[in-house]
């Protein structure tokens, strides 16, 4: 066990709708990851919190939006979803962010049919 | 800019046979490399981290990675796969000039043939 709670583990929804998706980082974590992993895309890093301010931006789409709140805990909004949407979304947490170890939760399963 | 390059997509061995996972890199600082494996349906975890110290690093499940800075390698090896070994392994980057940021690698699947 990580350390790391993802919630939920499986979503099904259809297109055009929106979800949430909630991560609890490990105890004392202060940064905060989120990534989709697809077939056909792999391991794509979407974007990285620290203590409440966004550090990093990779691959994430203006229709996905994050954010971290003061306890920690971190949302990763997908909204308009669409077929392509549908993959494993990973958050994981770190003591700072910086060339150190990510905890990584177990994901959560979207399915956009 | 910094890049990660996993060389095989597949690798398929033999249960009791070494285990050779290629990565190259591209930095411009000293760089921090790290090695995660994704069981299937799992999360990923971290297998073994180098940051300047010995350049072999030896790491968890009877893995190890040797830093070759001349060849900008990391690869990961293993004397001897057992079939719990199968899954994806990631080769990861990360330096100073990039804030830190950590640029992955494709991964490699690891197959072992019984």
């Known amino acids: 066990d990580s350390g790391v709670t993802q919630t939920p583990k499986h979503l099904i929804t259809a297109t055009g709708q929106r979800v949430t998706l909630r991560c609890s980082p490990r105890?004392?974590?202060?940064?905060v990851y989120w990534y989709q992993q697809s077939l056909d895309q792999g391991l794509q890093f979407l974007i990285q919190y620290y203590n409440g301010e966004e550090r990093a931006k990779g691959n994430i789409l203006e229709r996905f939006s994050a954010q971290q709140f003061p306890d920690l805990h971190s949302e990763l909004n997908l909204s308009s979803l669409e077929l392509g949407d549908s993959a494993l979304y990973f958050c994981a947490s770190s003591p700072t962010g910086q060339n150190e170890k990510l905890f990584f939760g177990s994901g959560t399963q979207l399915s956009v049919l | 800019a910094q890049s990660v390059t996993q060389l095989d997509s597949h690798v398929s061995v033999s249960e009791g046979t070494p285990v050779l996972l290629r990565c190259n890199y591209s930095s411009s600082y000293s760089p921090s490399l790290f090695w995660y494996v994704q069981h299937p349906n799992k999360g990923l975890q971290l297998l073994l981290k180098?940051?300047?110290?010995a350049t072999l690093v030896k790491g968890i499940n009877g893995f190890e990675a040797e830093f070759k800075k001349s060849e900008t390698s990391f690869h990961l090896t293993k004397p001897s796969a057992h079939m719990s070994d199968a899954a994806e392994y990631f080769c990861v980057v990360s330096d100073h000039d990039s804030n830190y940021q950590l640029i992955w690698g494709a991964g490699t699947k690891l197959i072992i043939k019984p």
């Open positions: 105890s004392g974590d202060l940064s």
């Open positions: 180098y940051t300047s110290a």
